[in-house]
């Protein structure tokens, strides 16, 4: 499935920077992208979309003004906070009103990519499923919440985030050897970032790696689980 993206942000230059991030997440296309709050409702009056990267200084209004507005335009729409904004307040206010992810400026593509791809992940567990367990749930609120979750990886670096590192885990554990490229297609993620993720298990000597060599071309790291 294709995630449909739209991007809201006053300045047109960061929009193009993001548009460029989102390039090097697979199975991601802009659906628009907009520089107000009023051009953004009106936007998503014709299109479909599935998130929205959403600044919150808008010449117009605020962007936490408008989320219950997104909302009831697209009732399923996963909403990014992307804002140079750290006011208490309205951080909490954002939080509050459900969005999946605040990133504060200036982004790192590493970030920015990370948060994209968990939602991408997010939206696709939960697009299989005719009912939820405990433990999806658990995953969920905990990663968004920051609460302890003990069927989680604690203290993972930066760039490592721990419901994305448990995926890969649970798939390394089920599979008898796996390539950085299979492993991004299981997981819906870039061939580099399942590879960043099997050699940080690596680090950790959750799993070790070996070269494979095919009939033509180089070899090919495979990773098995400790």
């Not at 936490?64 to 729409?77: D, L, N, S, V, Y």
């Not at 605040?102 to 299989?128: G, H, M, N, W």
């Amino acid at each position: 499935m294709t995630l449909k993206i739209a991007i809201t942000e006053d300045d047109y230059r960061v929009a193009s920077i993001h548009e460029g991030f989102l390039e090097k997440v697979p199975d991601c296309e802009v659906a628009f992208k907009a520089l107000t709050a009023e051009d953004t409702l009106m936007k998503l009056n014709h299109h479909d979309v599935d998130l929205i990267l959403l600044d919150i200084y808008m010449p117009d209004r605020l962007g936490t003004e408008i989320i219950a507005e997104i909302k009831t335009i697209h009732p399923h729409i996963g909403i990014i906070m992307i804002s140079a904004g750290t006011d208490r307040d309205i951080v909490e206010q954002a939080l509050q009103n459900g969005v999946f992810d605040y990133i504060i400026k200036p982004v790192t593509i590493e970030r920015f990519v990370e948060a994209v791809e968990s939602f991408k992940q997010f939206r696709a567990t939960l697009d299989e499923r005719e009912e939820v367990d405990q433990r999806f749930l658990d995953d969920y609120f905990g990663r968004q919440k920051g609460g302890k979750n003990e069927s989680l990886p604690e203290n993972t670096p930066k760039g490592i985030d721990p419901l994305t590192l448990k995926k890969v885990q649970d798939i390394l554990q089920k599979e008898v050897g796996i390539t950085a490229e299979e492993m991004g297609e299981q997981m819906g993620a870039s061939r580099t970032t399942a590879r960043r993720y099997l050699e940080y298990l690596i680090s950790e000597n959750e799993c070790q790696a070996e070269l494979e060599y095919g009939i033509v071309g180089r070899p090919e790291r495979r990773y098995y689980k400790s």
